[in-house]
């Protein structure tokens, strides 16, 4: 108060007022930016502080989100490129595949085609010989016909002359006798033989012939040794009970059917005559 008085009474003086009243004034700026500098200097140089501090962590973070997008993008163009790659590798793969199966269809289709050419070729072939095998199972027939006809024919002529047709043979028996080699000459002059019995049908059938005749079967080569004209050796017999026995009595070496029974051989002198049995194999 004193001092603000003695200030207020130095203006107030009439010497020297105005000097007083500007150094007065300057003091007062002086004390008021002494007093404003030491109020706000430490408030400005804190804020300064959290401002550099913000921008630094702003920079970083931006820096660190640069980085980021820099890093994803490389990811990114890395990943475009392998996965371009990879599509590529697949399309080169489809397209090789695609250009295989195009070649294994045209391979199919031209083998279709050869195939469908050669079934055609078949059909084709088929149609024909089926149309030969009808031409000639009807010529056959017709064949057949006419060799049944004409064996009829033959048989009607052989029937006239004395012949008797049985299962694909003509048998002539005689109406005269003659020795064993006698009769087997006459039927050799009309184009046959001495029956030969080769079966029990045949045998069965000589028994429509109850007179003894002279057959085709002979041991005169080998006594005992029976063979037929033919020279085929004797395997099926039926002889007489206790026959042949020309090796016991006398030399009996030729055979006839002497009676009616199923077992009807007998064994005789060859140069007995009796009546005999021709037969001519029929090539029909």
Known sequence: MDQQMDIYVNEEGPFGYSGKRKSLAKSSENI???????RTGPALSVAEDVKKSSCRAAAVCLGVL?????????TLVCLFIKGNSEWEMKMVLLHNSFTNLTQERDQLQ??????????????????NLTQER??????VEDMANEIIDFRKKLQDQYNKQGWVYFSGSFYHVSSTKKSW???????????????????????????????????????????????????????????????????????EDCAEISNHLFNSW????????KFWICEMTSLL
């Open 32 to 38: 008021y930016e002494s007093l404003k500098s030491n």
């Open 66 to 74: 640069c980085l980021l997008l820099l890093t994803g993008l490389i």
């Open 110 to 127: 031209t083998s279709f085609t050869n195939l469908t050419k050669g079934r055609d070729q078949l059909q084709t072939s088929f149609t």
């Open 134 to 139: 009808d031409q000639f199972q009807k010529r």
């Open 181 to 251: 080699q006698g009769s087997r000459d006459d039927c050799v002059q009309k184009g046959a033989d001495l029956v030969i019995i080769n079966s029990r049908e045949e045998q069965e059938f000589m028994r429509r012939f109850p007179k003894p005749r002279w057959i085709g079967l002979t041991d005169r080569e080998t006594e005992g040794r029976w063979k037929w004209v033919d020279g085929t050796l004797l395997s099926q017999s039926y002889w007489i009970l206790s026959e042949p026995n020309g090796h016991m009595l006398r030399d």
């Open 266 to 273: 007998n064994d005789d002198l060859c140069n007995s005559e």
